[in-house]
């Protein structure tokens, strides 16, 4: 590569990145060599100029919780995002199913309870509606729940005779049948049974739907991820597909993503690199999303019930508020010496305990997915157990102080979701508890030291960085409200945090910031990157325009 100048308005150059520390550049052999004044260019002056003009130059982003393979199967699945009833939701499903090649699952994803109001849930009896011949399932915008017709039980074995076992729940009618509504560990066997058929259905294809899917993540300034849960085949389909970005691949069983990965154990460990795909942290489950589970001192719990029954304004955050039990419904509470407890745990604590410690054994870092304070509490058990080094807490979404000051002395990485506030932070501000869990505590985490990198969890939540990085400064949800203003970083904080701290959380060495030596992965913004509006011009990797294509 010709030794080039870029000239811009500004670059956000240095750790951390600062938007009054340069207006150019000079990229040598892929590398940034320098940066600074525009009037204080190296003496040995580059053959090649790029003047872009009033563009802003950051640090092309870093999304260490994203979900790719998940993204490629819902490609050809129903988007139900925005359905606010039943019938539009059944309407949605019968046209994919009259338009879908014969024989395998009819899928929804995207739906939100929430928008439905108060009433009915959507069960097996109103999926039976779309087809009764095909399996049918649809999936909760969280990806830890949903609903099947009676099809879909029976093609994985669903029925009356199915035993309870923990970590999920398999409801059920006052007969005993199941009722269609599935969470956590039994919902996972359904979503992996429509995965593994819609892999099989697309064949070859699946490798293109990925490519495509990556291309748009250039596009949105994006050039490397943690794929936050691959099968051994989809680890198998990743590596042949030759993605043109980084990727990380963060293994779980063969029997999907909430299975508890045996067969992965005996699989590449950490750190082991596949063509352009690297083995990342062992993806494991503490608690779950919708049922995540907490400890709530008698106090504050019957104010959170007392706030729930206040009528709100019409809407999603009206529809929590008017159906009053309802989000405590979902987390099925119960009462416990001097609090209530909720949620679902996907292991006992000794479990998930042991789980960690043979992984790290073998060779693995963890990642745990943790969203309530007592599920955060039962990751750092475990990894605290498990000894070694480099592991991470996947949301920490409600981390206390005293878990916080745990992760800093123990070198634990939260990787943290701002989208997340535009649902999670939603509930805890109707039920007037984001003074005794501020949700997405990222104050708490900078002052006490505690590593955090930003990301997106997508497809379950939006994913472009310029849309859910000036969350983590505004704390403004999609709604307009502001959560726990006391928890916002700066500017500064939050672009590093979805840069550097992602980059280095990864592995990925000299990427992720705009310093000497480092890779020229930059992202062309048409202005300041938390002001409404701005988009991405062009993405570079390693020196070179790699979106939009000559």
């Known amino acids: 590569m010709t030794r080039t100048l870029v000239l811009a308005r500004a670059v956000w150059?240095?750790?951390?990145?600062?938007?009054?520390?340069?207006?150019?550049?000079?990229l040598d052999d892929g590398r940034i060599e320098w940066?600074?004044?525009?009037?204080?260019?190296?003496?040995?002056?580059?053959?090649?100029?790029?003047?872009?003009?009033?563009?802003?130059?950051?640090?092309a982003f870093v999304d260490p919780h994203h979900h790719l393979c998940d993204a490629v199967a819902l490609h050809g699945w129903t988007n139900l995002r925005g359905a606010r009833a039943t019938g539009e939701v059944i309407s949605r499903l019968r046209r994919a199913a009259a338009s879908a090649p014969p024989g395998g699952w009819i899928v929804g994803w995207g739906y939100r309870e929430t928008l439905m109001g108060r009433g009915h849930r959507l069960n097996r009896a109103d999926l039976d509606r779309v087809t009764a011949d095909r399996p049918v399932l649809v999936m909760h915008r969280s990806m830890h729940s949903g609903a099947a017709n009676s099809a879909a039980l029976a093609a994985v074995g669903f029925g009356r005779q199915t035993p309870r076992w923990h970590g999920g729940e398999l409801e059920r009618d006052l007969r005993g049948e199941p009722n269609g509504r599935a969470w956590e560990r039994a919902f996972g066997v359904l979503v992996h049974a429509a995965k593994r058929g819609e892999i099989e259905a697309i064949g070859?294809?699946?490798?293109?739907?990925?490519?495509?899917?990556?291309?748009?993540l250039i596009a949105n300034g994006v050039v490397a991820i943690g794929d936050a849960g691959v099968t051994p085949h989809e680890l198998t389909l990743l590596v042949a597909a030759d993605l043109p970005i980084d990727v990380v691949a963060m293994p779980v069983g063969s029997r999907g993503l909430f299975a508890t990965p045996r067969e992965a154990l005996g699989g590449p460990v950490t750190g082991e690199v596949m063509g352009r795909v690297v083995v990342g942290p062992l993806k494991l489950f503490a608690d779950g999303a919708e049922r995540a589970c907490f400890r709530i001192p008698y106090p504050v719990a019957t104010r959170a019930v007392r706030n729930l029954g206040r009528p709100g304004p019409d809407g999603e955050t009206g529809g929590a508020a008017a159906n009053a039990l309802d989000p405590l419904r979902v987390l099925r509470p119960h009462l416990a010496p001097g609090a209530v407890r909720t949620g679902t745990a996907h292991y006992t604590p000794d479990g998930l305990k042991e789980i960690a410690r043979e992984a790290v054994e073998r060779g693995f870092r963890l990642a745990i997915h943790a969203l309530g304070n007592e599920g955060v509490r039962w990751a750092l058990e475990a990894i605290e157990g498990a000894g070694g080094h480099g592991h991470r807490i996947e949301h920490a979404m409600f981390a206390e102080a005293d878990a916080a000051e745990r992760m800093a002395r123990g070198r634990i990485t939260a990787v943290v979701q701002p989208a997340h506030l535009s649902e999670y932070g939603e509930v805890v501000r109707t039920a007037g508890l984001e003074g005794f869990l501020p949700p997405v505590p990222l104050r708490r985490f900078a002052d006490l030291g505690v590593a955090y990198a930003l990301s997106s969890d997508a497809p379950t939540a939006d994913w472009p960085p310029l849309a859910t990085m000036p969350v983590a400064v505004t704390r403004r949800t999609a709604d307009g409200n502001v959560i726990a203003g006391q928890?916002?970083?700066?500017?500064?904080?939050?672009?590093?945090?979805?840069?550097?701290?992602?980059?280095e959380l990864l592995?990925?060495?000299?990427?992720?910031?705009?310093?000497?030596?480092?890779?020229?992965?930059?992202?062309?913004?048409?202005?300041?990157?938390?002001?409404?509006?701005?988009?991405?011009?062009e993405t570079w990797l390693a020196g070179s325009r790699a979106w939009p294509e000559a």
Request: no cysteine.
């Open 204 to 216: 070859t294809d699946w490798i293109e739907r990925a490519r495509a899917y990556a291309r748009g």
């Open 487 to 503: 928890e916002a970083i700066t500017p500064a904080e939050a672009l590093r945090a979805q840069t550097m701290a992602g980059a």
């Open 507 to 537: 592995g990925l060495e000299a990427a992720g910031a705009i310093l000497p030596g480092h890779r020229a992965d930059l992202a062309v913004l048409s202005g300041d990157p938390f002001e409404a509006g701005t988009e991405v011009r």
């Open 35 to 59: 940066a600074g004044p525009r009037d204080a260019v190296p003496r040995r002056r580059p053959r090649r100029t790029v003047d872009l003009g009033d563009a802003v130059i950051v640090p």
């Open 13 to 26: 150059a240095g750790d951390p990145p600062d938007p009054a520390s340069a207006d150019a550049l000079v």
